[in-house]
């Protein structure tokens, strides 16, 4: 049976990155990372995804578009022992949350 990782809602999410040790990780596609992304995500491709490099101490906040694909990527870190979560609606309940997204190059972005 697969391993599950718990759903987030923002607010527990916006909370969590505060700390040090939490990181937030967009699994979208490059086009939906170019057109607006947290500030602070790192972004690895759900297709590139190696839970390999993210074991360690901390927690990872896992995100996409809508909570889907970040879902399937949360789970396969938990198999591979990391501590992660679901961050649930994914990007657009990020943006109806209000909070930002931006460009690469520092522009206000939106949710592709």
């Not at 170019?34 to 896992?62: C, I, K, Q, Y």
Request: with cysteine; net charge negative; proline share 4%.
């Amino acid at each position: 049976m697969p391993s599950e990782a718990p759903d987030i809602d923002v607010t527990r999410a916006i909370t969590m990155l505060t700390r040090d040790d939490v990181r937030l990780l967009d699994v979208r596609e490059n086009d939906e990372w170019a057109t607006g992304h947290a500030a602070d995500a790192e972004h690895v491709r759900l297709g590139d995804l190696d839970a390999s490099a993210f074991t360690g101490p901390g927690t990872v906040v896992v995100t996409c578009r809508s909570g889907n694909r970040s879902r399937k990527a949360a789970a396969a870190l938990v198999g591979a022992g990391v501590d992660a979560v679901n961050l649930d609606g994914g990007m657009k309940a990020w943006v109806e949350a209000g909070h930002p997204l931006i460009r690469d190059d520092g522009t206000p972005g939106t949710v592709a």
